[in-house]
């Protein structure tokens, strides 16, 4: 099998890895070392074809291969760009992927809004991060921006596609895993969205995934917006028996009240099995679901900062019903440092 060294960190993968895949390899190994797992906003593992669009997985191969050792003229898209034995690539260590990085998020923030502070993505929005990564404090955009209305695109999605960046994921959950799409990309230039052309056309079993998978605001659960901040809730993992889908979903508490549920995702951000309808919108009682415990939050995540444990003898999946009263004792954790 190749061996690829990232950042001076070798590992050895399978043949047709790519290079993002062989990060993600390495964080996943040792958790200290995810700094060297390239920034995403369009490439997600369970959907084919996906990747290439929004180059902010830019890295530099300072040696392309044992057998041709010469570098790459340019930075690759580390999402399409397959390792070869003996391949050394630089991330966070290269000058030059730091100024494309920083090219590339000023590009992706040309058109979008600044509307953090009423946007239901704040707090878990990949924009936002990549852009306290590797942002500037000022734009130099002077022109008119370009702007659209909000749009109902189903009865429980609603679509800003003024905060759009294209990255063609829920385009490609339409196609994939529902039973049909009904939206995609019309009109062309500046004036290209994201769009069904006739409001509320999306009607499918699955179509709530494309809210899971978009790193933005611009698709929104509209039995959600403007309940909460994310940070003000309580993740909790949960189940049921769904005829439609596993059942395994994340659930958001305020108290005893479930304000939305999600799929679970995985450290990526990356939903780890798709869930329906069904699940997402109608079952927004405590006792339609059982609940297993408190997800477990990435600390570099905002919604760590109200986080909270279980005592260590006080297990809620044990208790025979799902409406347990601990749940109204789970005690906050210690301030984080």
């Known amino acids: 099998m190749p061996k690829v060294t990232i950042d001076h960190i070798e590992i050895e993968v399978p043949e047709g890895t790519t290079i993002l895949q062989a990060a993600r390899m390495i964080g996943e190994r040792n958790s200290a070392d995810r700094f060297v797992v390239p920034p995403t906003m369009c490439y997600y593992s369970k959907l084919q074809g996906s990747g290439g669009y929004c180059r902010t997985c830019l890295v530099k191969v300072t040696k392309g291969s044992e057998r041709d050792p010469r570098p790459m003229p340019k930075p690759v898209a580390s999402c399409r760009t397959a390792v070869m034995d003996g391949m050394v690539v630089e991330n966070t260590l290269s000058a030059e992927v730091l100024d494309a990085r920083e090219g590339v998020t000023e590009f992706l923030l040309i058109n979008h809004p600044l509307d953090c502070p009423i946007c239901d993505q704040a707090g878990e929005c990949d924009l936002q991060d990549l852009t306290y990564e590797h ?40 196609e994939q895993i529902t039973d049909g799409r009904v939206h995609s990309i019309i009109n062309r230039g500046d ?4 769009s069904t052309y006739i409001e509320q056309a999306i009607d499918n079993d699955f179509s709530g995934n494309m809210i899971d998978v978009c790193p933005v605001g611009a698709l929104t659960d509209r ?10 809730t309580k993740p909790m993992d949960a189940h049921r028996d769904c005829a439609k889908c596993s059942g395994k979903v994340a659930i958001w508490l305020k108290g005893q009240e479930v304000l939305r549920v999600t799929g679970r995702k995985n450290q990526w951000g990356e939903v780890e099995e798709w869930i329906c309808n069904e699940c997402r919108f109608e079952k927004k009682q405590l006792g339609d679901w059982v609940v297993e415990g408190p997800r477990n939050i990435d600390r570099h995540s905002v919604i760590s900062q109200g986080h909270y444990t279980l005592p260590v003898k006080q297990k809620v999946l044990d208790h025979p019903s799902p409406n347990v009263p601990e749940l109204a004792r789970l005690k906050p954790a210690k301030k984080l440092q």
């Open 135 to 174: 942002g500037v404090s000022q734009s130099r955009y002077q022109f008119e921006r370009r702007t659209f209305d909000p749009i109902d695109i189903g009865e429980t999605i609603k679509l800003h596609m003024t905060r759009c960046i294209y990255c063609y994921r829920c385009v490609k959950v339409a």
């Open 191 to 194: 004036a290209s969205e994201i």
């Open 223 to 232: 039995t959600f917006r403007f309940s909460s901040r994310v940070w003000f």
